[in-house]
């Protein structure tokens, strides 16, 4: 790839680097470098904003990690990109035009000057993370306790690489060493069996020993960050060799914590309190009650419901959409088919098994019918009655509960949805036609009125997905079903003319791939 031109230390900081104390030699960036894009392609959304970065000279590195690019590159790993304060808007600005889109964390996780935008690749069909950063801010994973006030120089030393701008060697060794030690080389750390780098830590510390100069490295740190001098910075790597003392490591981790206490977002105390915090009740969520807080999308969240008839894979795209959004947002899944029974519901089945049992009434089950006579309709009794309305309550219910996760920024996939157009599932039908077969009492037709008024609650998802399925494919697929009742309902979405409705609609006899394909681009372009 072509070296592109980019604002030199001058321009972008009102300041000089000396080239001579932090510029790394051209030949350090050829050869065997992980910063060439050669071992897998990169990602064509991954390409794309790269491209726009150098055409609209955003002053931006890919600032750590630059051992993996590669997985950088192809979305296996975050892109951490540091970008220039005076840049964000126009980089944001960026990242909107390319499809991404903002999310948050908890309100208690959210660190000035950094920023989550996610965009998808649709060739790959994957989610992209952008981890935007306007501050060097570093520590621990639990609380990112430190700010490294060194933007402006360090990416200043930045050179372009055959993808991304990268850091001189010397400024990513500098902050790397800082990194590992906040958050392995402390006494809390240590006491809890976290003082030790990774692999992958000892391998990126050993990759940047060997690219970087230490002298240039000590230099950096006597320009831009004097309280860590050259002596403590030589006793911190020594720190992170893996047949350091514990003692050592601990005392030279409280040297650097005091030298940057000035750079500390909240007291040392406080830190180490929330740290051990955390610990402790993340792992209790996580394990106890299977809850994990996800990020949200600053836009806002949204219901988004797949409907269709028995046999258009329907359980499976629920499945598929919730694995792939739920590895990174707050994502739940609802059956409005198929309701959770509330206490009411569960009260009023008990009492009517108990009366059928006591022989008050004969169970009688509503005959279901797939066709317009309503004069072959038989009243099935007040029971089968009462059980419809509860699960129109349950429906109701579980879309409330649903709609308020979507207005707090989450994201619902529904198994199925009320529509008025559909009478064959999730409806009133059967009850409107017992009310309208010219037989039914006054009782009779108030009940099926409060029946349908739960539905008439239900409004319409933000998105809408209707997959169409040939019914004779249908009845193909579900062969643990009743043959009429598949092509029925298949049928009644095959032949709708959906054209007058908002939904998207899937042709879903296509392979699954392609399917879930068209699916996840379908979504992703409306959240």
């Known amino acids: 790839m072509t070296t592109h031109t980019h604002l030199s230390a001058t321009e972008c900081d009102g300041a000089p680097v000396p080239s001579e104390q932090i510029e790394p030699q051209e030949t350090e ?9 050669e071992q897998q392609p990169a990602l064509e959304l991954v390409r794309s904003l790269c ?27 975050d892109l951490d990109l540091l970008v220039s304060r005076a840049d964000t808007q126009r980089f944001t600005s960026i990242l909107t035009k390319l499809g991404f889109r903002e999310a948050q964390g908890p309100a208690t996780w959210q660190i000035p000057g950094i920023l989550d935008y996610y965009g998808y690749d649709p060739q790959s069909e994957r989610l992209v993370h952008v981890h935007v950063h306007c501050q060097l801010v570093v520590g621990h994973d639990a609380t990112k ?55 992958a830590e000892r391998e990126e510390l050993a990759y940047l020993q060997a690219k970087a100069s230490l002298p240039r490295a000590h230099a950096v740190l006597e320009q831009y960050l004097a309280c860590v001098d050259a002596q403590l910075f030589d006793r911190c790597i020594q ?10 490591r601990a005392r030279t981790g409280w040297q650097l914590q005091n030298r940057l206490k000035a750079h500390a977002l909240r007291p040392q105390t406080a830190d180490v309190c929330l740290k051990l915090w955390r610990r402790v009740a993340w792992p209790v969520r996580r394990r106890l009650f299977r809850r994990w807080p996800r990020k949200r999308l600053v836009s806002g969240g949204a219901i988004v419901a797949i409907v269709g008839g028995d046999g258009s894979g329907k359980s499976t795209a629920v499945e598929e959409l919730y694995a792939w959004l739920s590895a990174d947002f707050d994502t739940t899944r609802i059956h409005m088919g198929k309701p959770e029974w509330s206490r009411t519901t569960i009260s009023v089945r008990a009492i009517l098994k108990i009366g059928r049992s006591l022989g008050l009434y004969p169970f009688m089950r509503a005959p279901i019918q797939y066709t317009a006579d309503t004069d072959s309709v038989v009243f099935p009794g007040y029971p089968w009655l009462l059980r419809s309305i509860c699960t129109a309550r349950d429906r109701y219910l579980t879309y409330a509960r649903a709609r308020r996760l ?10 199925r949805f009320p529509l008025p157009q559909v009478k064959f599932m999730d409806g009133p039908y059967q009850s409107e036609r017992v009310a309208h077969a010219g037989r039914a009492s006054w009782l009779i037709k108030a009940l099926t009125r409060m029946e349908a008024r739960y ?3 239900i409004l319409l998802p933000e998105v ?14 579900k062969t643990d079903e009743d043959a009429t009742s598949v092509r029925a309902r298949s049928t009644e979405i095959w032949e709708l003319e959906w054209r007058q409705t908002r939904a998207y609609v899937v042709d879903a006899n296509r392979p699954k791939a392609e399917v879930l394909s068209r699916l996840k681009a379908i979504v992703w372009s409306q959240l």
Request: overall charge neutral.
């Open 239 to 248: 720190s992170l060799q893996p047949d350091c003392p514990p003692w050592f």
């Open 406 to 415: 979507a207005s707090k920024g989450g994201l619902v996939i529904s198994d």
């Open 51 to 77: 491209a726009e970065l150098d055409v609209r000279r955003i002053t931006y590195c890919h600032w750590k990690s630059n051992d993996r690019l590669d997985r950088s590159a192809t979305g296996d790993n």
């Open 145 to 199: 306790n430190y700010h490294l006030p060194i933007e402006r120089p360090y990416l200043g030393s930045t050179v372009q690489g055959d993808l991304f701008r990268v850091p001189a060697p010397e400024f990513e060794l500098v902050v790397f060493v800082i990194r590992m030690m906040l958050k392995h080389s402390t006494w809390d750390t240590i006491l809890s069996r976290q003082g030790t780098l990774s692999s």
């Open 455 to 457: 539905y008439e609650l």
């Open 464 to 477: 809408l997905i209707v997959l169409r399925v040939n019914p004779e494919t249908a009845v193909e697929r």
């Open 29 to 37: 960036r050829k050869g065997g470098d992980p910063h060439t894009m």
